[in-house]
């Protein structure tokens, strides 16, 4: 059987581009950045190389998110505390030059932790490994196997762990991800309240009634925490099929949300991206 990897090419690039950038003193009050796309480069074939020996992998797929975000749709809070931060000046030429070199994969309207996710999912009976690399937590709630680059750990998470894990980050959520799921409650509180009462929808929804939270803020929560999978993704047309629901809930309860839904399912067209802090301003 082969392997193959599905690398998460947005940490790639901005490690990359972190890596070669450099600020300089000109004089005592001129400073300057700049980077070395070179150095960038020969970084990220170093890092390919070395996935591929310690994971003894034959091909990799390299995945990069888009300009849009569906979740930004639904949730404008979501991950809007990164606005505002400058990406490292490199960041656009490689990508640039990753797509040139070897070819990403772009889905509209989906980050590549998405794309990931529906990559290692699609076909069960495939006759090739695939195993996620990143450095991204969120991958252990998707049932694959998992590199984690950083820590050097591979993960291989079965189904019911990885809706269990997108469980606890409904409930805890990701303050840098712009979702705060259940106020007090940290990952490690939510795992136990998961642990006493069941991996449930109904463990979930009681932790937020209890502080007067909604049944729409607990869903709301759960979307901006899961990761597309083949199911719920229409390949040939590149379009979301349908958001995540609990097991538990009957076509009448699904029909309630149905209006959030349609916003982000089909065709989605608007602009949905983030201005960048260097871009010009428009009027």
């Given at each position: 059987m082969?392997?193959?990897?599905l ?5 790639l ?6 890596t ?15 980077t070395?796309?070179?150095l ?33 749709k ?5 991950k809007?505390?990164r ?11 490689i ?15 989906l ?5 990931l996710?529906i ?6 009976n495939r006759k ?30 079965t189904?019911e ?13 990701d ?16 795992g ?9 929808w109904?463990?979930?929804?009681n932790a ?7 049944e ?8 901006m925490?899961?990761?597309i999978?083949?199911d ?12 995540w629901m609990p097991?538990?809930f ?7 949300y149905s ?8 065709d989605?067209?608007?602009d949905?991206?983030?201005?960048k ?7």
């Amino acid at each position: 059987m082969t392997t193959t990897l599905l690398i998460d090419a947005d940490v790639l690039a901005y490690q990359s581009a972190f890596t070669a950038q450099a600020n300089i003193q000109w004089k005592e009050d001129l400073w300057t950045v700049h980077t070395d796309l070179a150095l960038a480069k020969t970084w990220i074939v170093d890092r390919l190389e070395t996935f591929k020996k310690r994971m003894v992998a034959d091909d990799f797929i390299l995945a990069i998110s888009d300009k849009n975000n569906f979740r930004r749709k639904l949730n404008n809070e979501y991950k809007a505390n990164r606005r505002s931060k400058f990406a490292p000046i490199g960041l656009d030429p490689i990508r640039d030059w990753l797509a040139e070199e070897y070819g990403t994969v772009i889905y509209p309207n989906l980050e590549a932790d998405d794309v990931l996710a529906i990559l290692a999912t699609e076909r069960p009976n495939r006759k090739d490994k695939r195993i996620i690399v990143s450095i991204d937590k969120d991958f252990k709630s998707v049932p694959c196997a998992f590199y984690d680059f950083n820590r050097g750990e591979l993960h291989e998470t079965t189904e019911e762990e990885a809706d269990r894990y997108h469980l606890m980050q409904t409930l805890a959520g990701d303050p840098v991800d712009g979702y705060k799921g259940v106020p007090g409650i940290g990952v490690k509180s939510a795992g136990k309240l998961l642990d006493i009462y069941g991996a449930t929808w109904d463990t979930v929804l009681n932790a937020y009634t209890k502080i007067g939270m909604t049944e729409q803020d607990a869903l709301m929560n759960a979307w901006m925490a899961y990761l597309i999978r083949k199911d719920e993704y229409n390949n040939k047309h590149k379009q979301i099929k349908y958001l995540w629901m609990p097991k538990c809930f009957d076509e009448k309860q699904k029909r309630k949300y149905s209006h959030l839904i349609h916003q982000v399912t089909g065709d989605l067209d608007e602009d949905l991206s983030r201005q960048k802090p260097f871009d010009p301003i428009s009027f």
